[in-house]
């Protein structure tokens, strides 16, 4: 990928989330948009157990970092108006064969949630399910989603905890013990796998979002439910240390009004 536009770590991601898409991620498209119900994270937890999301009839939607969109189809069955963005062609070429194969089209866009083609206040709701929560820098792409929110708008995504990646081992799943400091903790690049992150603790993401014009509503920190097993593919976290930590977490906030 050329596009001077894109931050740094952009394409080395992309490459990555192509070889996923082509591996395994394409593969798994269809069950994830079959699901009758929203869930939340790698336990599955459901959306009628958090009510996070409340009503999102009638709602302008923007899904920041959508890869395969199953997340902005689950809001389109329920009556909103959604709006995918990614910047992996690979990725948004599977979820426009999932629109076809599922009959719902809604509007796929190639951009990173840093900077996104669409006006001013377009949004009613912006959301991210481990998609620009983690893979974009959060110092551009929360300022980027306050522009597209109108106010009043809510932005909600969802992200591993600050403990778990503390916690997180430079290869293999969570420990019991820290494996970093949390003092500087921001963009991880991680060895194993090339991929670049981005992790702010609690106190600068919420000084962050402030700054950005958001109040925050919410921060449900999520635990693998008692009957949970590992997930088979996202194993960054075993289900029984989930079980006593909470491995991801998931932030509501509000932009102020004028």
């Known amino acids: 990928m050329s596009s001077p536009s894109y931050p740094d770590y952009v394409p080395r991601n992309v490459e990555i989330w192509t070889k996923a898409n082509a591996e395994h991620t394409a593969g798994r498209a269809p069950a994830a948009w079959a699901k009758d119900e929203i869930d939340w994270g790698v336990f599955a937890i459901r959306e009628s157990e958090l009510n996070v999301l409340g009503d999102v009839a009638g709602l302008d939607v923007v899904e920041l970092g959508c890869g395969t969109a199953y997340f902005s189809a689950w809001l389109a069955r329920r009556g909103a108006r959604p709006v995918g963005v990614d910047p992996t062609p690979a990725q948004l070429a599977t979820a426009r064969a999932m629109q076809e194969q599922f009959a719902l089209e809604f509007p796929l866009v190639e951009a990173a949630a840093e900077d996104v083609p669409r006006p001013d206040e377009s949004f009613d709701l912006a959301v ?6 983690i893979w974009a820098d959060p ?7 306050a522009r597209l929110l109108r106010p009043g708008g809510r932005l909600v995504f969802l992200r591993n905890s600050t403990l778990v990646v503390l916690c997180q081992r ?3 799943g969570a420990d019991d013990r820290l494996q970093r400091p949390q003092r500087g903790l ?6 194993d796998t090339g991929e670049i992150e981005f992790q702010l603790p609690h106190g600068e993401l919420i000084e962050l979002l402030s700054a950005s014009g958001f109040a925050v509503e919410r921060l ?8 949970a097993e590992t997930h088979g593919y996202y194993d960054f976290v075993t289900a029984e240390w989930a079980r006593k930590w ?12 004028r």
């Not at 921001?186 to 060895?191: A, D």
């Not at 449900?220 to 009957?227: G, R």
């Open 220 to 227: 449900l920190e999520l635990y693998a439910p008692d009957d």
């Open 170 to 172: 430079t290869e293999g």
């Open 246 to 257: 909470p491995a991801e977490e998931i932030w509501v906030a509000r932009k102020r009004g």
């Open 128 to 133: 991210s399910e481990y998609g620009a929560s």
């Open 139 to 145: 110092y551009r792409w929360i300022p980027e989603a």
């Open 186 to 191: 921001g963009r991880i690049e991680w060895p």
